[in-house]
């Protein structure tokens, strides 16, 4: 149990580490702050098996801390170039983590931009490697809002990563393996897991009702079996997450924070 306080990036962080703990051997693949400290948090506590990256071209034993000066980081355990991620993703042996702008009710993502893709309103990333990378292992996502704008109704502004939809499957063709694990959000913990891949709710964080994140969501949410409330870090992970991320760039990711989680100070 927690003795000590806690954030909602570190509450979260805790919730995300959880996807990986019955994975096995794979690469671990935390994309963004909160993924990768959730990637070796897991590593560390739930599943020692895990690989894990640098974020450039190299595998880790040992979870790089973050802003770790160069002379500090951990040793490589061996060269990840992309010729070898592809090899672990399309053999199913990766988990990735990743941290999209939106979501549908088909579980699809995007990154890409807002608005229409011709004349966008705001420019993100682009698609990038996106749907190669959403297909043929699993997935997860934490997302640092829940709103009708992340949780959109009807489908993503740019369908950048494969989701239960057959609408862009072309005609004779089979949908492509997806696995969505875990969505992790400011306000619950969801899957798609649901009758026909709808989208549920696993966990509510601490003092959020189910009411609150149904209202918060642009489609419709089932209760999943046995819906529980979030478990609150535990001191040793606390300790964990904080030599992981010893300049807190953890509190500048994420907006608000829900009732029943007590905020440290700035």
């Not at 990154?111 to 749907?131: E, W």
């Amino acid at each position: 149990m927690s003795t000590d306080t806690f954030t909602l990036a570190e509450l979260m962080i805790s919730a995300a580490a959880r996807a990986f703990a019955n994975d096995g051997e794979v690469m671990a693949n935390g994309i963004g702050t909160l993924p990768r400290i959730a990637a070796g948090l897991a590593k560390l506590t739930l599943n020692e098996k895990l690989m894990l990256s640098d974020g450039e071209a190299y595998a880790l034993e040992t979870p790089l801390p973050l802003n770790v000066a160069l002379e500090d980081r951990p040793g490589a355990s061996g060269w990840m170039p992309y010729h070898r991620v592809f090899e672990s993703l399309w053999s199913g042996r990766r988990h990735a983590m990743v941290t999209p702008v939106q979501i549908d009710r088909f579980a699809q993502s995007n990154i890409s931009c807002l608005g229409d893709f011709n004349a966008p309103k705001v420019q993100l990333l682009g698609v990038r490697g996106f749907p190669g990378n959403s297909i043929s292992h699993r997935n997860s996502m934490l997302v640092t809002s829940h709103d009708r704008r992340t949780f959109v109704p009807g489908e993503v502004d740019v369908v950048s990563s494969a989701g239960y939809s057959d609408r862009l499957v072309p005609e004779g063709a089979k949908r492509p393996e997806v696995d969505i694990a875990l969505v992790v959000t400011p306000l619950c913990v969801m899957d798609f897991k649901g009758p026909d891949n709808a989208a549920q709710v696993l966990s509510l964080h601490p003092g959020v009702s189910f009411e609150e994140v149904a209202d918060a969501t642009g489609f419709e949410l089932l209760r999943a079996p046995g819906m529980a409330v979030t478990a609150v870090p535990i001191d040793e992970e606390l300790q964990i997450i904080r030599q992981l991320d010893p300049d807190n760039l953890r509190a500048r990711a994420i907006k608000g924070d829900p009732p029943g989680v007590r905020q440290e100070a700035a």
